[in-house]
T-cell receptor
Framework: NAGVTQTPKFQVLKTGQSMTLQCAQD?????MYWYRQDPGMGLRLIYYSASEGTTDKGEVPNGYNVSRLNKREFSLRLESAAPSQTSVYFCASSVGRGQYEQYFGPGTRLTVT | SQQGEEDPQALSIQEGENATMNCSYK?????LQWYRQNSGRGLVHLILIRSNEREKHSGRLRVTLDTSKKSSSLLITASRAADTASYFCATRGGGVNDKIIFGKGTRLHILP
């Protein structure tokens, strides 16, 4: 099993450009999450999907959109990138919400110039 | 808003010594989890302790939870170079819609 995979690993965007970060899991998990990690800030939840067909905002959703394409895939879209979105983005999945451990992907390092 | 706060922010110890990290939180929780992150990698789940548990062990890891003090500690015994990493606590509140919130982490460095 590959676990949680993310693409791309690295990306550089110019301000105003758009892009989609892809995430897939092969563990048949119901819940999936997108986090960003900034120096000294820990992980902050952007959006999550408790189950296929549902998405909800997390702590820092502004400037992002998500799509739960199917049970396996959960994508994060930046419509108009800003320098403040320079960060490392992690996708995670879990069997269900809250009380279960989360499995993380390797991350996408995004720089917006 | 951050729920868990780890202490210390950074810790350096000699290989073979024990390492202790603490996590404090503000509101009631359903469970508390500890994760490890090696440099440039994703987080890896270490251990979960529920609010009605006081202590759990997993290999060289020992986690305690004191809900009256709203705090938890992670003890790594007989540290190894491979334990060098950042360690995060994550708390989940008691409501059905509550999400897991991560702290800012403790950076542990094991000296040879």
């Amino acid at each position: 099993n590959a676990g949680v995979t993310q693409t791309p690993k690295f990306q550089v965007l110019k301000t105003g450009q758009s892009m989609t970060l892809q995430c897939a899991q092969d563990m048949n998990h119901n819940s999936m999450y997108w986090y960003r990690q900034d120096p000294g800030m820990g992980l902050r939840l952007i959006y999550y999907s408790a189950s296929e067909g549902t998405t909800d905002k997390g702590e820092v959703p502004n400037g992002y959109n998500v799509s739960r394409l199917n049970k396996r895939e959960f994508s994060l879209r930046l419509e108009s990138a800003a320098p403040s979105q320079t960060s490392v983005y992690f996708c995670a999945s879990s069997v269900g919400r809250g009380q279960y451990e989360q499995y993380f992907g390797p991350g996408t390092r995004l720089t917006v110039t | 808003s951050q729920q868990g706060e780890e202490d210390p922010q950074a810790l350096s110890i000699q290989e073979g010594e024990n390492a202790t990290m603490n996590c404090s939180y503000k509101t009631s929780i359903n469970n508390l989890q500890w994760y490890r992150q090696n440099s440039g990698r994703g987080l890896v789940h270490l251990i979960l302790i529920r609010s009605n548990e006081r202590e759990k062990h997993s290999g060289r890891l020992r986690v305690t939870l004191d809900t009256s003090k709203k705090s938890s500690s992670l003890l790594i015994t007989a540290s190894r170079a491979a334990d060098t990493a950042s360690y995060f606590c994550a708390t989940r509140g008691g409501g059905v819609n509550d999400k897991i919130i991560f702290g800012k982490g403790t950076r542990l460095h094991i000296l040879p």
